[in-house]
């Protein structure tokens, strides 16, 4: 696609549901980035995908949070028994390959857990 | 543990004024830095600084990194409305693949 494409765009869910985000990247880009920006904060780096090797996870915050990318392209977060605490935007971002830069964002998936 | 820190956080200005935000890191193995805009969505690219002293214009924004001073700056000059929005800076660590923001800076431009 022209861009990175995330859906929802907002998702409201009550405390201790799973969600499930999407993000569809920039065609031809083999690097995949998942973020996480609270309110009034920068941007929190989660866990990126590069092709078929091993993700890095360094940055899921807990055991709740997970992720998949399917055939290289399409990626999911899911956040099983969502806390308040994890109301934010998630951003998504892909680039050609991993280090190149910059990184192209989507415009976010705004998480409401109440 | 690697860090990026930005300053102001929020600046409130004038249309037509100038202004200057600051990006200072602590990151190891740093790699080069990167200044990003965000609206109301998503991040959008603005400037990669990997070399000290050599500065990037587009227009009326320009960048420069002092890799000395662990340090950059972003210039706007004659600001208009269409600049407010948070800027935000991120280090690129060497040999790793995720980018390190800072908080961001909220800038205001009031007519």
């Known amino acids: 696609g022209a861009g990175v494409s995330q859906s929802p765009s907002n998702k409201v869910t009550e405390k201790g549901k799973d969600v499930e985000l999407r993000c569809d990247p920039i065609?031809?880009?083999?690097?995949l980035y998942w973020y996480r920006q609270s309110l009034g904060q920068g941007l929190e780096f989660l866990i990126y995908?590069?092709?078929?090797?091993?993700?890095?996870k360094s940055g899921l915050p807990s055991d709740r949070f997970s992720a998949e990318r399917t055939g290289g392209s399409v990626s999911t977060l899911t956040i099983q028994r969502t806390q308040q605490e994890d109301s934010a935007v998630y951003l998504c971002?892909?680039?050609?390959?991993?280090?190149?830069?910059?990184?192209?964002f989507g415009d976010g998936t705004r998480l409401s857990i109440l | 543990e690697d860090k990026v820190v930005q300053s102001p956080l929020s600046l409130v200005v004038h249309e037509g004024d100038t202004v200057t935000l600051n990006c200072s890191y602590e990151?190891?193995?740093?790699?080069?830095l990167l200044w990003y805009k965000q609206e109301k969505k998503a991040p959008t690219f603005l400037f990669m600084l990997?070399?000290?002293?050599i500065e990037k214009k587009s227009g009326r924004l320009s960048s420069i990194l002092d890799k000395k001073e662990l340090s950059s700056i972003l210039n706007i000059t004659a600001t208009q409305t269409g600049d407010s929005a948070i800027y935000l800076c991120?280090?690129?660590?060497?040999?790793?693949?995720?980018?390190?923001f800072g908080q961001g800076t909220r800038l205001t431009i009031n007519p």
């Open positions: 995908f590069q092709g078929n090797s091993a993700p890095d």
């Open positions: 971002a892909s680039s050609l390959t991993v280090g190149d830069q910059p990184q192209h």
């Open positions: 991120a280090g690129i660590i060497q040999g790793a693949q995720k980018l390190v």
């Open positions: 990997t070399s000290s002293g």
């Open positions: 065609s031809g880009h083999t690097a």
């Open positions: 990151v190891t193995n740093f790699r080069s």
